[in-house]
């Protein structure tokens, strides 16, 4: 992924402590899958998923679904990042309170090549970050720093 030449916003650990708890735990799902963050930046997101039984699809292969759905749980979370970033004059906790409405009305997957490995990276930016939409791209790795699958997302954000 090209980096954008936008300037990167730090975020306060209250901030990034908060969206690892929405992603990781109040979004129960995102549990399911064993997504765990590993990077919170306001141009880019990263996680981790590791193999595990319950998530093959084809022997030793990590079912398509897991993808899918892993990509767009990371174009959700880089979208409430740029959205983070785009109103840093607000209090960590009332910036966590903007996701409410935050909602996929668009993905694409690209399935390049079979999920096989212990563990995942995904990865995902916003392309653009308008009033009522934003538009993501996203990167599933293997261990080896392959790319998996590439995904495309827009996300409801008013």
């Not at 022997?59 to 892993?70: D, M």
Request: charged share 25%; proline share 3%.
């Amino acid at each position: 992924m090209k980096k954008h030449p936008t300037t990167a916003v730090e975020f306060e650990p209250e901030f990034v402590t908060g969206l690892t708890s929405i992603f990781e735990e109040m979004i129960v799902f995102n549990q399911v899958l064993g997504l765990k963050i590993t990077s919170i930046k306001s141009d880019r997101v990263a996680a981790r998923i590791a193999m595990r039984r319950e998530l093959v699809g084809s022997p030793n292969r990590l079912h398509g679904g897991v993808i899918s759905a892993g990509l767009d749980a990371m174009g959700g979370l880089a979208v409430m990042a740029a959205i983070g970033a785009r109103h840093m004059d607000e209090a960590p906790m009332q910036r966590l309170h903007r996701f409410g409405k935050l909602g996929t009305i668009d993905l694409r997957i690209d399935y390049l090549r079979p999920g096989i490995g212990e563990h995942f990276e995904l990865r995902a930016e916003v392309l653009r970050l308008g009033s009522r939409v934003a538009t993501t791209r996203m990167e599933f790795l293997g261990m080896d720093g392959k790319l998996l699958s590439t995904g495309a997302g827009a996300y409801i954000v008013s």
